[in-house]
Nanobody, 124 residues
Framework: QAQLVESGGGLVQAGGSLRLSCAAS????????MGWFRRAPGKEREFVAA????????DYADSVKGRFAISRDNAKTTVYLQMASLKPEDTAVYYC?????????????????WGQGTQVTVSS
């Protein structure tokens, strides 16, 4: 069982940056693939980024590629999402998720554990 706690959300102007963190309680954190997802008001949850166990492979949604960067620190059992050049359409609740089999995907339902989410609001 893993507990995930996101932090770092907030209000930022368009063009600004934020770094989200997701702290995991699981001792087996280094075995999990990790992902970030988001849900905007009135929209379905969507994939943002994912990373393999050791961080060697990352994947991004086209909408954030080149602006967001996912990384992890297994010693700190934490995954990060560095967000830059933020746009109003990035406004959403951002969730981190963990996948026990270590294989990152873009499919949210394949992840085993989820955090409670952190709100990111980008003003124009």
């Amino acid at each position: 069982q893993a507990q995930l706690v996101e932090s770092g959300g907030g209000l930022v102007q368009a063009g600004g940056s934020l770094r989200l963190s997701c702290a995991a309680s699981a001792r087996t954190f280094s075995l999990y693939a990790m992902g970030w997802f988001r849900r905007a008001p009135g929209k379905e949850r969507e994939f943002v980024a994912a990373i393999t166990r050791r961080g060697g492979i990352t994947d991004y949604a086209d909408s954030v590629k080149g602006r967001f960067a996912i990384s992890r620190d297994n010693a700190k059992t934490t995954v990060y999402l560095q967000m830059a050049s933020l746009k109003p359409e990035d406004t959403a609740v951002y969730y981190c998720a963990a996948k026990r089999d270590g294989i990152p995907t873009r499919v949210g339902t394949s992840y085993d554990y989820w955090g409670q989410g952190t709100q990111v609001t980008v003003s124009s």
